[in-house]
Structure formats: structure tokens, C-alpha cells
């Protein structure tokens, strides 16, 4: 008799790698053909870690205060499930430079990078019926997130031709009773976009109107290189609740030290009176901390970052998104419809009316990687179908050398005129 189980696995988690950049990116790098004999360097510019070139490594004041931390013998404990003091300290001082008023240590609380922290916010958000609004095209760890959490999720547009500025009217008319909150990323990932102070404002207004907070996801914060300069939602929390999410993985080029963290911009304790802050607390209380000594280095990490760090890592930045804005321009099939301004990413259109042999964006990013070596992420993964979302931070002669490389595939795979 055959024995009968009475376990199965989740369903919700054997679906989740299709709304994982990185389930999809190794997907694509299953494409690569591996040739021994005469290898080809895989040029990435599908992920948003460019920790690896030597242009974007971070600065030596960083790495000492993580060994002197480590070194000290202070941080080998547990941490405090809300935090090691000194670093929420530290971190609540950062933010408050670049807003009207002072957050405090206790507004701050520190999560294992900037996943975590979406992951609390969502499991917060949960209850029967719930729906989040999230940006299309976005971050779609997002919707894993609600999916497992059975929150619903909910897209408006970012819309290319206005430099991916949020479509307000059709965000509200998203919104019915049972919406709990809206998400901002800025600087944009994937389009490498900066929301303008007044549009911003007009967001916050919004979501004054619809009763719901927003939840700013400002990992990419300060990386910016247009006109637009860098403006946190925080500013706006006298109009509505801000839930900023954060971390040091992508200002600091250190995406695997896992130090991320949400803060809550409370001025009219609406958050609290809510229990919205205590259901954080909860959360963390039955959760995973950073590692400790990690928590420990930030005061040193903040402090002692000299400022020239930050303006090499921006002009590199910018200097790699006008050499991928440029030689896009020179590849037909492909429409970039803005520069990005910020973030390390860039969207573009991809015109399958002028490629031959390609079914659609995923399938043309599977054949790139096999015949090239070009790491490029589908626009699906962020819920654009038939765009590509390119990242530029890399070394730039790399990253010429791959867009040359991805004018030549589009050339080879060209429709042929009869």
C-alpha cells in the first residue's frame, strides 16, 4: 500500500520566482552557452549591484567602521529587536537633514536591508480585504509580498510620456474603502525618474483625500543627476502619514551588509493612534534582526563618509546613464522615451514589429544572454511587457561594450525588408 502524506507545499511560495527579479534574471542566465575553450564575460545589466566594479566601490571609512565595530567586541549579542540605540540614533540624525523638523530615535526601527523592511509594511497592511496601490511599472516584490499576506494589490500608472509622473486621477480612482495605502518609489527603480517637489505634493494630497498613508520607498535616495533634485516624502507628513523605507545598500554601494530600515514620519500621530507603530514593534518582536555588529558600525559609517564619496558615485552615475541614453538612441527597435535622472536604471520600449524572430520581451532577454552575454531584465518583471528595464551602473567601458553588443543582436534578429 502506497504511504499517503498528509503535507504539501505553500502554493503562493512555488509561484513567487515569477515575481522575483532574481528568480528571473536566473532564469536568463541559464541561457548563457558556456564555451571552456573560448569563454565570454557576461556583461550584467539586469540587477541593481554594482558593488562588483572597482568605479563603485565604497568608501574605506565604511569598511573600517564595520571591522572596529566588529573588532570592539561591543556587538557580538543580540540586538534589541526595534534596534541597537546608537544606530537609530545615528540614522534618525541622517534623515532629519533634509527635513523641517527632527525625527527621533524611536521613529526609526532596523530591518535586514530594504526587503525586510517592505516585507513588515505589507504584513502590517494585512487584514481581510485590504488592497495597496503600487506603481506600474514597479518593484514587483511588492506584490509577492501582499500575495503572501493576502493583501490585494492594485496598479496605477507611471506614465513615460511625463517623465513616469504618477497618474493621479486614475491612482484615486483605484481607491475604495479598503485601501490602506500607496507606494512612491523615488528615485525610481526600474525608471530612473525623480518626482519633481510638486508632484510630490499633489501625491501626498491625494492620499490626504483618500484617507490612506503612503509608504515612500526612498532606497535609492540622493542618487540623482538631472534637474530634479532628490526630495524625501517625509517632507509632506504634516498633509498625510509617511512610512519611509530605506537603507545603506545602494548610497553606501553595500547591498550585502542587509542594513535597511522604516521610519515613521508621524506629525499628527496618526500612526500611532492607529497602532500602526505598534503593529511594527510586534512584527519585529517575532522576526529576524541585522547582524549586530552591522547595527554597531552605522554611527562610524555616517560620520566619517566624506562627502566627496557621495559626488564621485553620483558623476559616475552620471556619466553611465549618458553613455546608455546615448547608444540607445542608435539601436531602431528600441524607444527610450526619458534620460534617467536618478536610481541606476533606465526603461525602454521594445518594438517586436521590427525583430524577426522574437515572441516578446522575455524571450528576446533569453536569446541575448545565449548568444551575447548580455545580462538585460524583461519589462514583465516589473509589469511592462515588451520594455526593458537596463541598468547603467557598471563600468562604462563594460557598459559600451554591452549596449555595442546589444546593437548587434538587434541588427542580426532585424525583420528582413522583402
Known amino acids: 500500500m502506497e504511504q499517503k502524506w498528509n503535507f504539501k507545499p505553500s502554493s503562493t511560495l512555488l509561484d513567487a520566482s515569477s515575481l522575483s527579479v532574481r528568480g528571473v534574471l536566473t532564469r536568463i542566465m541559464g541561457h548563457?552557452?558556456?564555451?571552456?575553450?573560448?569563454?565570454?564575460?557576461?556583461?550584467?545589466?539586469?540587477?541593481?549591484?554594482?558593488?562588483a566594479f572597482p568605479c563603485f566601490s565604497t568608501t574605506p571609512s565604511a569598511v573600517d567602521a564595520v571591522a572596529n565595530a566588529l573588532r570592539s567586541g561591543k556587538f557580538n549579542s543580540y540586538a534589541p529587536?526595534?534596534?541597537?540605540?546608537?544606530?537609530?540614533?545615528?540614522?534618525?540624525?541622517?534623515?532629519?537633514?533634509?527635513?523641517?523638523?527632527?525625527?527621533l530615535p524611536d521613529d526609526i526601527y532596523l530591518t535586514?536591508?530594504?526587503?525586510?523592511?517592505?516585507?513588515?509594511?505589507?504584513?502590517?497592511?494585512?487584514?481581510?480585504?485590504?488592497?495597496?496601490?503600487?506603481?506600474?511599472?514597479?518593484?514587483?516584490?511588492?506584490?509577492?509580498?501582499?500575495?503572501?499576506?493576502?493583501v490585494e494589490t492594485r496598479?496605477?500608472?507611471?506614465?513615460?510620456?511625463?517623465?513616469?509622473?504618477?497618474?493621479?486621477?486614475?491612482?484615486?480612482?483605484?481607491?475604495?474603502?479598503?485601501?490602506?495605502?500607496m507606494v512612491i518609489v523615488n528615485p525610481g527603480n526600474p525608471c530612473g525618474n525623480v518626482f519633481s517637489y510638486e508632484h510630490l505634493a499633489k501625491a501626498t494630497e491625494t492620499a490626504k483625500k483618500l484617507g490612506i498613508f503612503v509608504i515612500a520607498d526612498e532606497v535609492y535616495g540622493h542618487l540623482t543627476f538631472g534637474s530634479n533634485k532628490f526630495v524625501p516624502m517625509g517632507v509632506f507628513s504634516s498633509t498625510v502619514p509617511v512610512i519611509t523605507l530605506g537603507s545603506i545598500s545602494k548610497r553606501w554601494v553595500v547591498p550585502g551588509w542587509r542594513l535597511g530600515w522604516i521610519a515613521t514620519h508621524d506629525s499628527n500621530d496618526i500612526l500611532k493612534c492607529t497602532k500602526v507603530v505598534d503593529t511594527i514593534k510586534?512584527?519585529?518582536?517575532?522576526?529576524?534582526?541585522?547582524?549586530?555588529?552591522?547595527?554597531?558600525?552605522?554611527?562610524?559609517?555616517?560620520?566619517?563618509?566624506?562627502?566627496?564619496?557621495?559626488?564621485?558615485?553620483?558623476?559616475?552615475?552620471?556619466?553611465?546613464?549618458?553613455?546608455?541614453?546615448?547608444?540607445?538612441?542608435?539601436?531602431?527597435?528600441i524607444t527610450c522615451p526619458s534620460k534617467p535622472e536618478g536610481s541606476m536604471f533606465v526603461m525602454v520600449n521594445l518594438d517586436l514589429s521590427q525583430l524577426?524572430?522574437?515572441?516578446?520581451?522575455?524571450?528576446f532577454c533569453c536569446k541575448l544572454a545565449k548568444e551575447e552575454s548580455v545580462i538585460i531584465l524583461p519589462g514583465c518583471t516589473v509589469g511592462f511587457k515588451n520594455w526593458l528595464r537596463i541598468t547603467h551602473a557598471i563600468e562604462p567601458s563594460s557598459l559600451e561594450d554591452g549596449l555595442d553588443k546589444l546593437k548587434s543582436f538587434c541588427k542580426r534578429h532585424a525583420k528582413q525588408l522583402n
Open 282 to 333: 510586534n512584527y519585529l518582536d517575532i522576526s529576524t534582526d541585522p547582524a549586530t555588529f552591522i547595527q554597531g558600525a552605522i554611527p562610524d559609517l555616517i560620520a566619517n563618509t566624506n562627502e566627496d564619496f557621495f559626488l564621485k558615485t553620483v558623476e559616475t552615475l552620471k556619466t553611465t546613464a549618458d553613455i546608455c541614453y546615448n547608444k540607445l538612441n542608435e539601436i531602431k527597435c
Open 356 to 363: 524577426g524572430d522574437i515572441k516578446d520581451d522575455l524571450d
Open 81 to 103: 529587536c526595534v534596534g541597537v540605540a546608537s544606530a537609530r540614533k545615528a540614522i534618525a540624525e541622517y534623515m532629519s537633514q533634509d527635513l523641517p523638523y527632527t525625527l
Open 155 to 181: 496598479y496605477f500608472d507611471l506614465v513615460p510620456e511625463k517623465g513616469w509622473e504618477v497618474d493621479l486621477d486614475g491612482l484615486a480612482a483605484l481607491s475604495d474603502e479598503n485601501t490602506v495605502a
Open 112 to 150: 535586514n536591508g530594504c526587503s525586510q523592511a517592505i516585507e513588515i509594511i505589507t504584513s502590517v497592511l494585512a487584514r481581510p480585504g485590504a488592497n495597496i496601490l503600487l506603481p506600474k511599472p514597479g518593484y514587483l516584490f511588492y506584490e509577492a509580498r501582499a500575495v503572501f499576506n493576502r
Open 32 to 51: 548563457i552557452e558556456t564555451d571552456t575553450n573560448n569563454p565570454k564575460p557576461v556583461i550584467p545589466l539586469g540587477h541593481g549591484d554594482p558593488s
